[in-house]
């Protein structure tokens, strides 16, 4: 079992620019959620997808955010254009039963 | 609405002794869950120990416990035997109604176990 793989680990961008992050859950998962963690606001949802489904978006900021999940093994979350106050840790967890997190991808908006 | 709470930011503790870091929630859901990760300065997410709201007892998970107080709607995090590798930033967290459901996280306890 590989976990919840995420990708990249570390991404600096220019602010504008357009970020992809990428997350594929643990195998027979069916929920998969996106967190955002910043020493300001912890760790807060921002969407999460049931069998592919998003269930519950209200947690994404602003029109700027997108999140998708084309099949059961891969999700992403897109920001265009980026921030600063994007900055953050962003983590993608999975479940059903106790969720299992990745890596999660240390985003750097300058 | 669910709403977990941790009030210390901070703890310490000398190593070998026991430490309990505090957690309390509030959730309208009559079934729930309660769960305790462990996050290092490496930074991912470790799950240490659930708790379920209807479980007769105490979950324990080796040197972790929880005790449970439904009526209090307490649910701290007892870890015996500190050690060194323990210096994290605990968080609590709460899954309400179906099992598919969010995480609700507390704002995290930093612990600091001295030798």
């Known amino acids: 079992d590989a976990g919840v793989i995420q990708s990249p680990r570390h991404e600096v961008t220019e602010m504008g620019q357009e970020v992809t992050l990428r997350c594929k859950p643990i195998?027979?998962?069916?929920?998969l959620f996106w967190y955002r963690q910043t020493m300001m606001r912890g760790l807060e949802l921002l969407i999460y997808f049931n069998n592919n489904v998003p269930i519950d978006d209200s947690g994404m900021p602003e029109d700027r955010f997108s999140a998708k999940m084309p099949n059961a093994s891969f999700s992403t979350l897109k920001i265009q254009p980026s921030e600063p106050r994007d900055s953050a840790v962003y983590f993608c967890a999975s479940s059903p039963g106790l969720y299992t997190f990745g890596s999660g991808t240390r985003l750097t908006v300058v | 609405a669910q709403k977990i709470t941790q009030t210390q930011p901070g703890m310490f503790v000398q190593e070998k002794e026991a430490v309990t870091l505090d957690c309390t929630y509030d959730?309208?859901?009559?079934?729930?869950?309660l769960f305790w990760y462990k996050q290092p300065s490496s930074g991912e997410m470790i799950f240490l120990i659930y708790q379920g709201s209807y479980d007769q007892q105490n979950a324990t998970e080796g040197r972790y416990s929880l005790n449970f107080q439904k009526a209090r709607k307490s649910a701290n995090l007892v870890i015996s035997a500190s050690q060194l590798g323990d210096s994290a930033m605990y968080f609590c967290?709460?899954?309400?109604?179906?099992?598919?459901?969010?995480?609700?996280f507390g704002q995290g306890t930093i612990l600091t176990v001295h030798p």
């Open positions: 967290a709460m899954r309400g109604g179906t099992s598919y459901g969010k995480l609700t």
């Open positions: 195998s027979g998962h069916n929920s």
């Open positions: 959730t309208s859901d009559p079934s729930y869950g």
